[in-house]
């Protein structure tokens, strides 16, 4: 689903992973590249991006590049990448590019996190079949059952056909105002359903949350003191 915290919690728990010590690659495969202008990376300026990797021109090892945050990568995406969603449907085992891309660099990394575009198509996919596990952000400012219901049989389906040890590591909810009746519904009708899926820790909602990625910093550099 659209604008529902995907890239605020790649970015943000990327960093503070990073922060933790571990080594952590942020990999943007959204043509929008929020996870890349959130980390101060100019999409327009990039010459090369995980586009390149996909149709097999450039490796992941070629694109990765270091950001303000010591032990967080990423692989930046760019615009250019809305032209894969079309051009990855020729091409041969177009659901495992990316897992295929990402192999030879996962030693080096204690957490590759891979944030997504908000639509299905063949870049989640691709997400998906690379992933080992799924995190799903849901935001309690809409109750989710519908979408969720469409996005659990979608991974059913890749974990049928792609990626059979895919796990759902967890549904976290976000954008959490207590002051709304909504959002404390929406709260308890995920724990009701997915008890023990959904993470005991809410994201509340955050004005610095928001501003962060203008600054391209994500929130360990820019409101360290954040609730
Ligand atoms: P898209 O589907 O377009 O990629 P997304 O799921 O990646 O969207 P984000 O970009 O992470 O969603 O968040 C959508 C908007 O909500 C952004 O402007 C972001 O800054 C803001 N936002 C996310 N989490 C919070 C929060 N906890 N508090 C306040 N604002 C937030
Ligand atoms: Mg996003």
Same mark, same amino acid.
């Given at each position: 689903k659209g604008g529902v915290g995907k890239t605020t919690t790649a970015v943000n728990l990327g960093a503070y992973l990073a922060s933790a010590g571990k080594r952590i690659l942020l990999v943007d495969t959204d043509p929008q590249a929020n996870a890349t202008s959130s980390l101060g990376v100019d999409k327009n300026a990039? %010459?090369?991006?995980i586009y390149d990797m996909l149709i097999g021109v450039e490796t992941a090892a070629s694109l990765i590049m270091v950001t303000s945050c010591p032990s967080l990568d990423l692989l930046p995406s760019s615009p250019?990448?809305? %032209?894969a969603e079309v051009e990855l449907v020729e091409m041969a085992g177009r659901e495992v590019r990316l897992r295929h891309a990402l192999e030879p660099i996962r030693p080096r990394y204690d957490y590759v996190l891979i944030d997504t575009p908000p639509s299905l198509g063949m870049l989640t996919v691709n997400a998906l079949t690379a992933a080992d596990g799924v995190l799903i952000p849901i935001q309690c400012e809409y109750l989710p059952l519908e979408g969720l219901t469409q996005l659990l049989r979608t991974i059913d389906l890749v974990r049928q056909s792609l990626n059979p040890s895919l796990i759902i590591r967890g549904l976290i909810l976000t954008?959490?105002?207590?002051?709304?009746n909504l959002s404390r519904q929406v709260v308890e009708e995920i724990r009701q359903h997915f008890p023990s899926t959904a993470f005991r820790v809410v994201i509340p909602r955050s004005v610095k949350i928001s501003e962060a990625p203008s600054y391209g910093e994500p929130l360990t550099r820019f409101a360290p003191d954040s609730s």
């Open positions: 990039l %010459g090369r991006s250019a990448l809305a %032209g954008m959490f105002d207590a002051r709304t």
